[in-house]
């Protein structure tokens, strides 16, 4: 496993898409930090929180690049490749997930190095409670697990879905209309579809209805796992070129 | 190649995929002997891909088994030194350079980065290593794929099309290449749907057509019988006579019979006893494009479909 780990680190060292993922990152993570605070004029503990909870829009960013790296596999037939050289193709999976996911938390790092860095001065001048230092704890540990899962869950839908446009387009479909849809119409069942539990791992949450820190966590584990598991199941069975 | 102590390297046995209701392959049997360059032949959507593919484990088949020293790929306890592939040129990622994307692989392999330098110069790539490889030439593309079949020093190469775009240029260095690598003792599979690609490079060919096998053996065979051209003023009395002597005769133009049966000897001692003039008489070996064509003639009909991308 150690092989394919590091074969995947250096494909991801070795093309612009990671690049290119952490710079939109890095945006991502200024614009949700500075408009956070300038325009949301954050008061309470919960506002405060939810500024230096980065891991909840970054998962989505991660959890994209995690579906453009593994379908990028099928769409430049660089699958056979690894394949030709490592017969088990869930070996192979595994480790582009674990790869994915170490490469996630690692972005997640660097965007929290960034978020901290602008929004701590910045909340420093506002009114109202200070953050405790578990609430520093839970930022930093909530958006490196979400990442890092969102990145691994990426693998796992691209792997299953295998062509680029469909395994983007769906899975932005999802989260962002799909996902919301099912939570309205029923808050107690979309809390356990990954979205909402993404948005809890990562620190914020849709009102009343998300599930608490280590449940969430639970949840993205076992969607990457069954996601993972379906992917696997169907990638053995596929013909690939 | 040292080792290779199998009469068989490659054995195909009752071969089939379906697409639908369309067989890309149907019942294919054919062995690969073991240290020699075998051609594999066909039109294109002859199926030839789609068996390299389930031979390599990349696509399951519907009935039938491929296996290389008698084990499937996915069994072989080493494959990366057992086989060495290449079924697409652009298997390689656009924005990685060639170097990089062989690094990927070796380090995938457990192979040294040292390897990687050493099946960049085999296949004088060197210079363009650190160049992306969306940027290479056509030629350079096979050139990178050749050298990831050989990273692992591997007793059997698996090569599809691998002249496929090339330049004449490109086809020489192949061509060359490829005695360099049949030199080495290796087993080499190297599909191809234009013969005269290969011809001067196989021992053996494999002929298949609609996914089923049309002929097998070794490559001098396929040239077939000799056949005899005789041109006479009385054709048609010289045609009755030489088949009363038990020869198939053909007709080529106004003037020419084609004579497979008799040796020309036996044709003039023929013509002499029936008092018929001859003009001509030339023996000559169908060439090895003329028969594949031949074995392969009826293209106007559908292509069984290649495996989907």
Known sequence: MSRVLRSELLKLRTTRTALGFAVAGVLLVLLFVLVGVLSGNPRTIVDKRAILSIGDPLAVVLLIFGVVGATAEYR??????????????????????????LVGVAVGGLMLVVAFAIGLPLLADQSGPSLAGSDYVRAIVG??????????????????????????????????????????ASANVGKFFFGSALMA?????????????????????????????VAGWVDSRRDIS | MPGDTQDSAIRVAGLTKRYGGVAAVDDLSFEVRAGAVTGFLGPNGAGKTTTLRILLGLARPTAGEAKIFDQPFAALADPVRTVGA?????????????????RSLAVLAGLPFSRVEEVLGLVELTGAADRRAGKYSMGMRQRLALASTLLGDPRVLVLDEPANGLDPQGIRWLRDFLRAIAAEGRTVLISSHVLSEVAQTVDDVIVIHHGRLVDEGPVDRLSGPQRVSVRSP?????????????????????????????DAAQIGDLAFAAELPLHELAPHAASLEEVFLELTSDDLTPEAPEAPA
């Open chain 1, 143 to 184: 958006s490196l697990l979400a990442c890092g899962l969102g990145a691994m869950l990426g693998v796992g839908v691209g792997v299953l879905v295998a062509n680029q446009v469909a395994a983007v387009t769906g899975t932005l479909v999802f989260l962002f209309v799909a996902d919301p849809l099912i939570v309205a």
């Open chain 2, 234 to 262: 009385r054709l048609a009395d010289l045609a009755a006579a030489i088949e009363r002597g038990g020869a198939e005769v053909s007709r080529s133009g106004d003037d020419v019979l084609i004579v497979s049966g008799l």
């Open chain 1, 76 to 101: 430049h037939r660089t699958v056979a490749a690894g394949a030709l050289i490592v017969p088990s193709r869930l070996r192979l999976s595994i480790g582009r997930m674990v790869a994915y996911g």
């Open chain 2, 86 to 102: 290449s079924l697409e040129i652009s298997g390689f990622h656009p924005g990685r350079s060639g170097r990089n994307h062989l």
């Open chain 1, 201 to 229: 791992v990562g620190g914020r949450g849709n009102g009343g209805h998300r599930l608490a820190f280590g449940p969430a966590v639970a949840v993205i584990i076992a969607w990457t796992a069954v996601v993972l598991i």
